[in-house]
């Protein structure tokens, strides 16, 4: 699981990174007639970490199933 976190870290570190570097770092983001694209490019970063954040849910969730799977008290816990 931990590498998962890690994976994740990383991957939002990037996307932020490259958020402030591409867009509001970039004598572009001035300009009007790129804002359109600036616009757009904005619009992948935020979409790639919801993204991200979907996969380190999805195998969050994958990884409960699993131990409660294994060990039975834990189902029995959530149900009580």
């Known amino acids: 699981m931990g590498e998962l ?3 994740q870290d ?3 570190k990037s996307t932020a990174k490259g958020i402030i570097n ?3 770092n970039s004598k572009s ?3 009007r ?3 359109e694209a ?3 490019q904005t619009a992948y970063y935020f979409n790639e970490l919801k993204g991200q954040e979907e996969f380190l ?3 969050t969730n994958k990884a409960i199933e699993s ?3 294994h060990y039975d008290f834990l189902k029995d816990s959530e149900e009580s």
Do not use: A, N, W
């Open 29 to 31: 983001y001035y300009h």
């Open 10 to 12: 990383v991957g939002v």
């Open 67 to 69: 131990l409660e799977k």
């Open 5 to 7: 976190y890690y994976i």
């Open 38 to 40: 600036i616009v757009i």
């Open 33 to 35: 007639e790129e804002s």
């Open 22 to 24: 591409d867009i509001f």
């Open 57 to 59: 849910l999805y195998f």
